[in-house]
């Protein structure tokens, strides 16, 4: 494995990313809300992407650094737009999860030169009632600093019930590593999505486009991929494929996850 951690400096900000692989094309992949920061988990997430190793080369970016208390979904796509010029990305194949879909559907509509493909993994066109629920009870505990009780329900509502109960310890022995600045953090990210929709941004894409989701998915809701479906009724290059049983992380728990976005990516 030989992945290493680079950072992206733009006049706005800088933003860290975990690179791997060596081929000539580009993979752009851009995560989730996450409790922690997604670096920690860089040799996880090269081993679960390493089918991509020979033929692209693979930035996965975190959110920038210093993140301001107001900051939104389209302002996080404003900052990795920018970074990825900065790094010279562009026709770049770009696979946005849960929130980073969000991110990523705004760059492909506002920024078509960066993308030539775009596969969206649980995200959504916008933010439904249910969906603010669930990131309402996740803001609650981060802001009462209650670390055990948001790591339980992050884990509860992003995994499937079999997933949740097999690793229940392991968030609980999470939440004692988490620190303020964490919870800052995550507060920002969670608040940036509230209000969050694209659908006309959507609507408006051209380029290949594969949306997964699975009929479990207890955060943003099983109907929140065939919404993205019909907002790309005109786009002939349109993909959709449902899991069942995976819940929202099915992109880290289904097993032939990965094989399905080397196949779009690589058609």
């Not at 900065?86 to 960066?114: K, R, T, W």
């Amino acid at each position: 494995m030989s992945y290493s951690i680079g950072k992206a400096v733009t006049n706005e900000c800088q933003m860290p990313y975990i690179r791997f692989g060596t081929g000539d094309k580009t993979l752009v992949i851009l995560p989730g809300i996450s409790i922690q920061s997604v670096l920690m988990a860089a040799p996880a997430i090269e081993k679960q992407y390493e089918l991509f190793c020979k033929d692209f080369t693979v930035y996965l970016f975190e959110r920038r650094e210093n993140m301001p208390e107001s900051y939104s979904v389209y302002d996080m796509a404003e900052d990795t737009a920018k970074a990825m010029k900065e790094l010279g990305i562009c026709n770049a194949h770009l696979f946005g999860v849960s929130q980073g879909g969000m991110i990523a559907c705004v760059i492909a509509a506002d920024y078509p030169e960066l993308v030539s493909k775009l596969a969206l993994g649980s995200s959504a066109a916008y933010i439904t009632k249910e969906s603010s629920s669930v990131l309402n009870e996740w803001l609650i505990c981060a802001e009462k600093g209650d670390t055990e009780n948001l790591c339980l329900s992050f884990g509860e509502k992003v995994y499937s019930s079999e997933i949740f109960a097999q690793y229940k310890d392991a968030f609980v022995n999470m939440a004692k590593t988490v620190n303020n600045n964490d919870l800052k953090r995550f507060v920002s990210l969670v608040k940036g999505t509230v209000g969050f929709d694209a659908r006309e941004k959507i609507s408006r894409l051209k380029c290949p486009v594969l949306a997964i989701g699975d009929t479990d998915d207890k955060v943003l809701g099983a109907e929140s991929t065939p919404e993205i479906s019909k907002l790309q009724k005109g786009n002939s290059r349109f993909e959709m494929y449902m899991y069942s049983g995976y819940g929202h992380a099915a992109y880290d728990t289904a097993p032939d996850y990965a094989k399905r976005l080397y196949k779009f990516f690589n058609d």
